[in-house]
Each structure stands twice: as C-alpha cells, then as structure tokens.
C-alpha cells in the first residue's frame, strides 16, 4: 500500500496508528476477557492465513499487523485484519466474565 492509502485506511480505523511498516492498536481490557479474545483472534487469523503479534497485559492487549510474507510491509491484509479485531475484542468487551 502506498503512503496515501494508508492514511486513508486508519481512518476508518480508529484507535490504530502507524508505526513505520506496522500498525497497532492497544486496547483497554479486563485481563481475562482479553484471553478470551486471543483465541478468537487465532481463529480468525488462522482462517484468513494472516496474523498479528499480540501484547497481553493485566489490563490491556496491544494488537501490530504487519504482512511478513511482503517483507513486512503494510497491505490490505493488515487493514482487514485489524478491522476483524476490533470487532473480536468489542465482543469479548461485551461478555460479562464475572
């Protein structure tokens, strides 16, 4: 992807910026249900041959996509991913644990 559409990509990504030829998101999430949505993340990721590298902490999970297969360059791989785990993590956001 060209500088340019990247920029326009993150904008219909809120919460994920660019970070040279990666983008991240960190989301705040209760640690269990931030497990939760790890698994569904490996799911999907699986499913689409794509994945992410993920950062669990007590309180937060940071997701950074980038296409290793391209030599790690951003593409419409990591824009798709990202917006699948966004809509992972609001659902597990969702799911009352306690």
């Not at 990509?9 to 030829?21: F, I």
């Not at 994945?51 to 996509?65: K, N, P, Q, V, W």
């Amino acid at each position: 992807m060209t500088d340019e559409e990247i920029t326009a990509a993150l904008v219909g990504l809120p919460g994920w910026e660019r970070q040279g030829d990666v983008i991240a998101r960190t989301y705040e999430i209760r640690y269990h249900a931030a497990v939760a949505a790890i698994v569904t993340i490996a799911d999907r990721s699986r499913r689409v041959h794509h994945h992410a590298d993920l950062d669990l902490r007590i309180d937060s999970l940071t997701a950074r996509i980038t296409t290793h297969d391209a030599g790690h360059v951003l593409t419409r791989a990591d824009v798709d991913l990202a917006h699948r785990i966004d809509a992972i993590v609001a659902a597990h956001q969702a799911l009352p644990l306690d």
